[in-house]
C-alpha cells in the first residue's frame, strides 16, 4: 500500500526557474525510498515539501490517501505525529540550553500526545542504543554521533509513520556515519523512511528503492539493486562512480558514536 505518493510535482521560488519539474514517485508502507542527487538537485525543496513547509505550485503531494492539507493547523498537527525529521547537524538541531529529556519528549509536548512522556523518552533512547541515563545531561555533553542518536530519538519517540531523513549521516565522520546507518537499518524495519543525500554509498546501503535527481527532474527511479547493476543515465553512473568506500557494517552499537 502507497503510504505516500508525489505527483506531477513542481515548484519555483518567486519567479525563477523551475527547481522541481514534473516530479512524480512512491513510497510504498514500510519502504526505505532514497532521494539521491547533486548539491543544488532539488532534494532539500522537495523535503520542505513533503514536511508541508512549502506547497507545490503544480501536481500534490498525498499521504495515505489524502492530499496534504498544509493549511489546516489540525490537520498538520497529526500530520506532524504521523510524519518526523532528522536533519543533518546534530549540532545545531539540538537546543544547548535544554537537558536530553526535554528535548526528546519535545514533540509529545508540542503535539499534546498522551501517556507516560518519560517512560517514552526512555523507550527511545533504548531504541537508538542510549543508555537512558543520558536523559539528565545536555547535548554538550555528547559526541556528534551520540547527538545524532538522540536527534534520531527525538524523530521517533511519537511512533510516527515516516521519517524523513536530510543528509543525516553527512556531517558524521566515516566510522560514525557507519553506525549511524547501521541504526537507521535497524529503525527501517519498524517504519517507512525517506533518506535524502547526494551520498550514493549511504543510499545504496539503507534503501530498497531510489529516486535519482538531476536539477529537479528525476532522471532515473526503480529498485536500488537494479540501479547499482545496471543504471540508464550517465548522471547516475557519475553518481555511483563518486561512492566513498564504505567499511562493512560496524560491530554491535555501543555508545561510542
Ligand atoms: N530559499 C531559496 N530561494 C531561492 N532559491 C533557492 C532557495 N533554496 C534553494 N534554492 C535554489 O534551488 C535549487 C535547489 O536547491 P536545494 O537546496 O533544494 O537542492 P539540494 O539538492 O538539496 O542541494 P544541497 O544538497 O546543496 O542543499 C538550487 O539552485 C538553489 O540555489
Known amino acids: ?24 514517485f512512491t513510497v ?35 499521504f ?15 500530520y506532524r505525529r504521523r510524519v518526523q525529521a532528522v536533519f543533518q547537524d546534530p549540532y545545531s538541531s539540538l537546543d544547548p540550553a535544554h537537558r ?12 499534546r500526545l498522551p501517556g507516560d512522556h518519560a517512560a517514552m523518552a526512555r523507550q527511545a533512547m533504548t531504541d537508538v542504543g542510549m543508555d537512558p541515563a543520558a536523559l539528565s545531561r545536555f547535548p554538550h555533553q555528547f559526541s556528534g554521533g551520540q547527538r545524532q542518536r538522540i536527534a534520531i530519538a527525538r524523530a521517533i519517540v511519537a511512533r510516527p509513520e515516516l521519517v524523513l531523513a536530510d543528509e543525516a549521516v553527512s556531517a558524521l565522520d566515516l566510522s560514525t556515519r557507519v553506525r549511524i546507518v547501521d541504526l537507521f537499518r535497524q529503525i ?13 554509498g549511504v543510499v545504496a546501503a539503507l534503501c530498497d528503492r531510489l529516486v535519482v535527481l538531476d536539477r529537479g527532474r528525476i532522471v532515473e527511479a ?36
Request: aromatic share 4%; glycine share 10%; proline share 7%.
Open 1 to 24: 500500500m502507497t503510504l505516500l505518493s508525489v505527483e506531477n510535482v513542481g515548484f519555483a521560488y518567486g519567479a525563477g526557474r523551475h527547481v522541481l519539474d514534473d516530479v512524480s
Open 28 to 62: 510504498p508502507r514500510g519502504a526505505n525510498v532514497g532521494l539521491v542527487g547533486e548539491s543544488g538537485s532539488g532534494k532539500s525543496t522537495l523535503l520542505r515539501l513533503l514536511l508541508g513547509l512549502d506547497r507545490p505550485q503544480q501536481g500534490r503531494i498525498l
Open 188 to 200: 527501517s524495519t519498524r517504519m517507512t523512511m525517506v533518506f535524502v543525500s547526494h551520498d550514493m
Open 100 to 111: 536530553v529529556q526535554r528535548i526528546v519528549t519535545e514533540p509529545l509536548r508540542s503535539l
Open 64 to 78: 495515505d490517501g489524502q492530499p496534504l492539507e498544509t493549511r489546516r493547523a489540525t490537520y498538520m498537527r497529526d
Open 222 to 257: 526503480g529498485p536500488t539493486s537494479r540501479i547499482l547493476r545496471d543504471p540508464q543515465e550517465p548522471y547516475t553512473r557519475s553518481l555511483l562512480a563518486s561512492i566513498p568506500r564504505m567499511p562493512a557494517a560496524s560491530q554491535p552499537e555501543g555508545q561510542s558514536t
